[in-house]
């Protein structure tokens, strides 16, 4: 699958963008619909399927006072559509060979699927994927399933220092930004959910102007055009979501120790990285292939790991995100070990 | 996807016990390779695709001394092979659409692939299976990663109250069997794995008469038999892994408590359940989804959850293996509530 979600990933990032979409090799059309969602398309002939990512700006940094929202919202969406139940919802894709899939992120929610492009199997696929975009009816028992999973993971992270560790660094790095909640919500926003909220939260955000289309596979510029005018060309036009804030580069240093009972210490180390089509994309990749992105190999392992034998794993990577997202440096350490192990990261970072 | 999965994993399920495969509706297909592997076919022609399932009686059942021998050497398999590395062998899944997957438990290997049925994407994916399963080459680079990952997934275990309870789970219910020991290993018998020791696992257990196929799709007997010659036809037929001790029941109930650093706590509670081919299996599976399976809806969670406001999830299962699989109720509360939740999970079995 590696390649191919690669390419689906980077025409949706890209149009994300609204950047212009220079790939070598790909030629990728792009078009607006009526309603104004952006639709990237890249003819590929060679597999008789056909990828769309179907993604819209109502990722958490959108949740506002109701952490948790988006993503529960996103998750709710194939759990009941068009009078369908969840079940005959999964039974239809199944019934054509069709995989579907969604999530929410910081940045984005996201409706995946991958079809066969023979006619007799993609439109049953299509008829169930407009219907879960189109007209999701948040039931209510789902939507108490789904609150309560979210719930019982809020509980989980507590004990995770590994999701504490995460969270401090988000609020360190962003501050008052919306990037520094946390998308999986918090217990009392959580607890006051509704399907009214959620539904309320579609109706914004889930909008012909606030939405990109990504569609790769064995189809022509005609049949695309069909298909995206298919799957959302009846959703309102409604408004972009608002432009998000500048991310405020750090000014200072700052340590933070959270007092957690276990004996690993999680270290996280970092600032606000890049985002999404940066024109220094490549050569930042390059770099952070070296200093951390490639394992064991690189020279973060190498310092860490391999010489000093102080952890199994160090690591860095970029988060590029609409606006600056994180660029992170991670080990996880015995506690004797914590000092040492930060101390290295900072010199094999400085002298990088 | 449900329904396809659900019917590949009944027949290989079936498969691996010898048992009668008599499924309402399903006409299943079945015949021995002559180097013994067992095939269970059932030809679905409704849509252009196979799914093929292979699994080998080399789970972590058979690890031995080596604790953690058959997850790493499951792993490894698809990271090089016939002389393709990890990277060409995703590319060649990946160009011809075909979706590839592997894994480990207790009692088995798994193998698996979606392919589409048209020859010309069959052919080159079951090339790149073949060469994974009967040439695997356990590359040096690949097994240090694979084996760091796994000694941090130890690492975080530890600090895990959920798996902690579950290593003290399984110790109880199944004292010295097999069943007892981790599928994820212990630090030493991890840090003591080579690529030696992989192969050595390899060749004794993924032959032929250790291995179950199940082939669902759009093919007819003749390339059903045709397939499953061509990847598995070659292995030697060896020997088929030693029968497992019967899992002895408990005569006395027995409390563990555990003392962990965190604000939940984890309750388990069970013994051994049943095993695959149960005549009372669909009886079983009914009880169990009125006492705890059925989620909100239980007598579980309404009992502790809705009427009481002890926990966000309790819930109960049957995992039947090839000899008998656990039975377990499981809940998580806060710690001062552990007592009584205890209690009325007891008092909901006694009185189920």
């Known amino acids: 699958m590696r390649t191919k979600f690669f390419v689906v990933f980077f025409v949706s990032m890209t149009a994300?963008?609204?950047?212009?979409?220079?790939f070598a090799g790909l030629q990728i059309q792009h078009w607006v619909t009526d309603n104004g969602a952006r639709v990237y398309f890249v003819p590929a002939p060679e597999l008789p399927m056909i990828d769309l990512r179907v993604t819209f700006d109502?990722?958490?940094a959108r949740d506002g006072a109701d952490s948790g929202v988006a993503l529960l919202t996103n998750a709710l969406l194939s759990e009941g559509a068009g009078g369908l139940d969840a079940h005959q919802i999964s039974e239809r894709f199944e019934s054509v060979g069709a995989r579907f899939s969604n999530s929410a992120h910081r940045d984005m929610a996201v409706i995946g699927l991958r079809s066969l492009s023979d006619k007799q199997y993609l439109i049953p696929?299509?008829?169930t994927l407009t219907?879960?975009?189109n007209q999701p009816e948040f039931p209510k028992e789902a939507f108490k399933r789904e609150r309560s999973r979210m719930l019982i993971g809020l509980q989980q992270r507590k004990q995770s220092p590994g999701a504490l560790a995460d969270e401090a660094f988000y609020k360190a790095?962003?501050?008052a930004h919306p990037y520094a909640s946390q998308p999986s919500g918090r217990e009392e926003t959580v607890k006051a959910l509704s399907p009214e909220k959620l539904r309320a939260f579609y109706q914004q955000y889930y909008v012909g102007r606030n939405?990109?289309?990504a569609i790769v596979g064995d189809l022509d510029r005609s049949a695309a055009e069909?298909?995206?005018e298919r799957i959302i060309g009846k959703l309102p036009a409604g408004k972009p979501a608002a432009e998000l804030p500048a991310v405020k580069d750090l000014t200072e240093a700052v340590e933070i120790n959270i007092e957690h009972p276990s004996m690993q210490t999680h270290i996280l180390l970092g600032m606000a990285g890049m985002k999404r089509g940066d024109p220094d994309y490549f050569p930042l990749y390059v770099g952070n292939h070296i200093l951390g992105g490639s394992g064991l190999v690189a020279r973060l392992s190498e310092e860490i790991r391999e010489k000093r034998g102080l952890t199994y794993s160090a690591y860095s990577y970029f988060r590029p995100m609409r606006k600056k997202g994180p660029y992170t440096l991670g080990a996880q350490t015995r506690n004797a070990s914590a000092g040492e192990t930060l101390a290295v990261m900072r010199e094999t970072l400085a002298t990088f």
């Open 16 to 22: 994300l963008l609204g950047g212009t979409a220079a």
């Open 58 to 60: 109502a990722g958490a």
């Open 125 to 127: 696929a299509l008829e």
């Open 131 to 133: 219907a879960i975009i």
């Open 173 to 175: 790095v962003y501050d």
């Open 211 to 213: 939405t990109v289309i």
């Open 226 to 228: 069909a298909l995206a």
